[in-house]
T-cell receptor, first 114, second 113 residues
């Protein structure tokens, strides 16, 4: 168990640019989640995958955000036309089975939009 | 009123003290209760996980859930400087949406040597 891995750890971009983050879940975990955490707040749910299927998206996930998990393993989160309000820590988590075990988080990707 | 309320602190205690951290919630559907520890610039690390009401102990950590009062607590005994971090409570409903955790804002704890 090597834990949830996220890359890059930190991304600085200019407003209007596109960015993509990657998450590698714990192996054999078929459920994967994205959360967003802003300064001084707890994480907020963004979206959830079971294998390759995206089963739920929060209303926080605007049309500029897209997440994929093409082969049911790693996942990517893309933000198009970034805005300063997108600056946050983007956290990925995984779990082995619904209702069986709580979420295990990675160390996140910190996005700074200038 | 937010679904989960947590005093953000900061809380500062001397080494060896007993620390009490608390959250209240309003959603009676919450059945799963968790405490996460988050060090600066790191992701949340799971500390305790409980289902429904009761107590759970793991080493120096004890989690309590009182569903009748909609109140959960985390106690840290013999606190250490390495316990200095932000502590986040999190909870979810049972059934199909139990992956949607609702977090408190977190309490920043400093344990002074």
């Amino acid at each position: 168990d090597t834990g949830v891995s996220q890359n890059p750890r930190h991304k600085i971009t200019k407003r209007g640019q596109n960015v993509t983050f990657r998450c590698d879940p714990i192996s054999e975990h078929n459920r994967l989640y994205w959360y967003r955490q802003t300064l001084g707040q707890g994480p907020e749910f963004l979206t959830y995958f079971q294998n390759e299927a995206q089963l739920e998206k929060s209303r926080l996930l605007s049309d500029r955000f897209s997440a994929e998990r093409p082969k049911g393993s790693f996942s990517t989160l893309e933000i198009q036309r970034t805005e300063q309000g997108d600056s946050a820590m983007y956290l990925c988590a995984s779990s082995p089975r619904q209702g069986e075990a709580p979420l295990h988080f990675g160390n996140g990707t910190r996005l700074t939009v200038t | 009123q937010k679904e989960v309320e947590q005093d953000p602190g900061p809380l500062s205690v001397p080494e060896g003290a007993i620390v009490s951290l608390n959250c209240t919630y309003s959603n009676s559907a919450f059945q799963y209760f968790m405490w996460y520890r988050q060090y600066s610039r790191k992701g949340p690390e799971l500390l305790m996980y409980t289902y429904s009401s009761g107590n759970k102990e793991d080493g120096r950590f004890t989690a309590q859930v009182d569903k009748s009062s909609k109140y959960i607590s985390l106690f840290i005994r013999d606190s250490q400087p390495s316990d200095s971090a932000t502590y986040l409570c999190a909870m979810s409903a049972s059934g199909g949406s139990n992956y949607k955790l609702t977090f408190g804002k977190g309490t920043l704890l400093t344990v002074n040597p």
